[in-house]
């Protein structure tokens, strides 16, 4: 009798490609075509790093969650979708449509031992997932928030300089009757 590990990795391929597909739904249909059927990873690098880092994410779910693999397996993904403006939830929805696939999976063809305990078991490590997911995010959004800051920053600096009046607020000093603008 099989463990719930082995059936899980005997039918890796079939679930990678259910979980790939689930996720290329979350995205615009446009998108969807496109990261569906460009199989080149240069012209397709959001497909090509999503269908690689789901696999790692799958093996790390089946083996015992390793936090760095892991979290360097789902920064690939969780990047590409806090710079495409996901939602927080959207964002790491991803990992709770591999749970409805094993579920579906398991109760279809598994037979070994009780269920609750296995699913439990793996259930577990896939929620651990989604809490390094979530930092992860969190991460993206600052770093990404933080660029368009600058962005704005240095747009605002270069208009001043062009008006010539960054260059006068530069070499203005405070006086004893004078206060400094900070």
Known sequence: MKTLEEFLLDKKPHILKRWLHLILETYPLDTQRFLKHQKDPFLNPVGSTIEKEIEV??????QGINPERTSAALDGIIR???IQDFSPS????FIYLLKKIIREEVIQDYSGQPLSELLLAFESRLDEMVL???DIYSRCREKVYEMRANEAKNQVSGLLRKKGLLSDLESWEPGPDKTKVT
């Open 80 to 82: 590409i979708r806090a």
């Open 57 to 62: 994410l799958f093996v790390q779910l089946i």
């Open 90 to 93: 959207k964002a790491i929805s």
């Open 132 to 134: 390094l997911a979530f």
